[in-house]
Structure formats: C-alpha cells, structure tokens
T-cell receptor
C-alpha cells in the first residue's frame, strides 16, 4: 500500500499563507489524495481531495505535482482556528482511511 | 445536517464492567466506522459497516463488539477491557462509494468518546 510522508510540525503566522507538503512517491495511478485535519478536542474533518489536477474549495487549495509523487495543501490566509493536525491520506480501497502521523500546524498571532 | 453525534462524551469503566458507546447520523449515509485514537497518535480504523453489515474488522479483540441496529445507529459494546484500551473512540459515516461518483467518499467524524479503563 502506498504511504505518505509529512513533516512532524510546522509553524506560521496569522493571515499568512501556509504550504503543507506531503510526499507519496509510491502512489498508484488511481490513488486519490485526501487531506483531513483534526482540530484540538475534535474528530477529524475533511479538507480537500484530488487525483491529478489542482483543486480549490472554500477551505484550501491542493496542488499536485505533475508526477503525482508529492502534493501541497495550501491555506491561503491562516487564522488561529486553522491550528490543527493535518493528515495527507491515500485511501486504501473505497472505505479505508489510513492516517499517518500528520503535520501539527501552529499559528502564531 | 452534517453532524455525527456520539454519546457519552466521557466514560470511565472498570475492567469487569460492560458498557456501550453510541453513534448516530441522519445524513442517509450507509457506511459507518469506528476508529480508536490513543493520545498524540493518529486515528486507527477498527470496524466498517456497509448497509448495516460488518464489512471490515481490523483484527480487533473480541472484547470490542460492534453493532449496527439500523442505518442511522452504530454501537460499540465494551466488555472486560484493559487499561491500555483507554483512548478516544471516534465514529464516522459516509455515503457508500459509487453513490457520489468518487472512488472514496468523504467521511464525517463525530467528536468522539473519551474512554478511561481503570
């Protein structure tokens, strides 16, 4: 099964963009890339997903490398409420999310 | 309504007790999940129900017994637990794949039940 690698932690300042990287060098051609985040004392929540081309939604943007071996989650203007653990996931089959260690994002006021 | 509710929020139990965790969703989802999350670790999948039938069991010990009485409810029955079973237990739900045209549907998580086993 394909695995993902993320930095353990990152820090940014409020109202600045944040780029969260994820490496998935063993990704297969049909693997979607999903991002979830877990705010303190809450369950995980879906952020965004994509297959090949870049994706945008109201929460974030997902930039996928041309070879699909890496991707970057972009928060365009971070707020204190974006402080969370961000998980980059390659689902295993239709229903199986395998969470890695994720990146703990700290936002400084 | 995109909410998954879980009760109780907190539970303390002894190793000889029997207790149950409850999860409910009213989004019409036909897949429901139990995850276990130890402190400062990522969630780990335990069970998946599809159309009220158990479809995935990640080799979970039999002291954890899931039950899906209907499409909106998911229970996790606990018996003879060990202190190392203390964790946050998360429930999630999703549409079944294929119903939205995506290969893997978004999972919606509840806030979890924090379980302490003494």
């Amino acid at each position: 099964d394909a695995k993902t690698t993320q930095p353990n932690s990152m820090e940014s300042n409020e109202e600045e963009p944040v780029h969260l990287p994820c490496n998935h060098s063993t990704i297969s051609g049909t693997d979607y890339i999903h991002w979830y985040r877990q705010l303190p004392s809450q369950g995980p929540e879906y952020v965004i997903h994509g297959l090949t081309s870049n994706v945008n939604n109201r929460m974030a943007s997902l930039a996928i490398a041309e070879d699909r071996k890496s991707s970057t989650l972009i928060l365009h203007r971070a707020t204190l409420r974006d402080a969370a653990v961000y998980y980059c996931i390659l689902p295993q089959g239709a229903q199986k999310l395998v969470f890695g260690q994720g990146t703990r994002l700290t936002i400084n006021p | 309504d995109t909410e998954v509710t879980q009760t109780p929020k907190h539970l303390v139990m002894g190793m000889t007790n029997k207790k149950s965790l409850k999860c409910e969703q009213h989004m019409g989802h036909r897949a429901m999940y139990w995850y276990k999350q130890k402190a400062k670790k990522p969630p780990e999948l335990m069970f998946v129900y599809s159309y009220e039938k158990l479809s995935i069991n990640e080799s979970v010990p039999s002291r954890f017994s899931p039950e899906c009485p209907n499409s909106s409810l998911l229970n996790l029955h606990l018996h003879a637990l060990q202190p190392e079973d203390s964790a946050l237990y998360l429930c999630a739900s999703s549409q079944l794949p294929g119903t939205s045209g995506r290969s893997t549907d978004t999972q919606y998580f509840g806030p979890g039940t924090r379980l302490t086993v003494l």
